[in-house]
């Protein structure tokens, strides 16, 4: 059974920074592009980064480029997403999603983590 | 940026109703969407793949069509289970973009 379980949220103040982890398991984690979604509160889905099986290929959403930094470790079967400068508008929950294919289709998610910026 | 609109945003129906709900694109995507149901505080579950591919262990009252720019999804005859908000997800092209979501609601 395919189990993505994200950690490291929590309340952070305007400018300050956070590391999101996501934990893989039943699945070969190394085969698979893996991506970052978020949900503020009420709100819709926002794709935010996804990366490639290998790390060859990385890609971010306008709203977080050059202050977001995704990266995996396939030995420790994780996902990691660094944010830093982060603002109010970043508050939501973020979701660690398996990608499907050669593009950036996603099938499992797992159950999210939820930042919170404010002062 | 393709953009994803869905429609109805929001919706009431009845059990046993079929409901149809509707994503178009803002240009050509082939057949790279996928839907995906919400329940309020869960998890997003994937419907459909490659626009008419029903995920393993989705029950047949969900089905998935089109290509190119509009697409479908219909439910023939709604469940208890089903009133949740539906997504669309375009993955043709970078950056991958979710429609705004239809919230289907009991009648």
């Known amino acids: 059974e395919v189990q993505l379980v994200e950690s490291g949220g929590g309340l952070v103040k305007p400018g300050g920074s956070l590391r999101l982890s996501c934990a893989a398991s039943?699945?070969?984690?190394?085969?698979?592009?893996m991506n970052w979604v978020r949900q503020a509160p009420g709100k819709g889905l926002e794709w935010v980064s996804s990366?490639?099986?290998?790390?060859?290929?990385?890609y971010y959403a306008d709203s977080v480029k050059g202050r977001f930094t995704i990266s995996r470790d396939n030995a420790k079967n994780s996902l990691y997403l660094q944010m830093n400068s982060l603002r109010a508008e970043d508050t939501a929950v973020y979701y660690c999603a398996r990608g499907y294919g050669s593009g950036w289709d996603i099938d499992y998610w797992g159950q999210g983590t939820l930042v919170t910026v404010s002062s | 940026d393709i953009q994803m609109t869905q429609s109805p945003s929001a919706m009431s129906a009845s059990v046993g109703d079929r409901v149809t709900i509707t994503c178009r694109a803002s240009q050509g995507i082939s057949n790279y969407l996928a839907w995906f149901q919400q329940k309020p505080g869960k998890v997003p579950k994937r419907l459909i793949y490659?626009?008419?591919s029903l995920q393993s262990g989705v029950p047949s009252r969900f089905s998935g069509s089109g290509s190119g720019t509009e697409f479908t999804l219909t439910i023939s005859s709604l469940q208890p289970e089903d009133f949740a908000t539906y997504y669309c997800l375009q993955h043709n092209s970078y950056p991958p973009t979710f429609g705004q979501g239809t919230r289907l609601e009991i009648k």
């Open positions: 490659a626009a008419s």
């Open positions: 990366i490639s099986s290998s790390s060859s290929y990385i």
């Open positions: 039943g699945f070969t984690f190394s085969s698979y592009s």
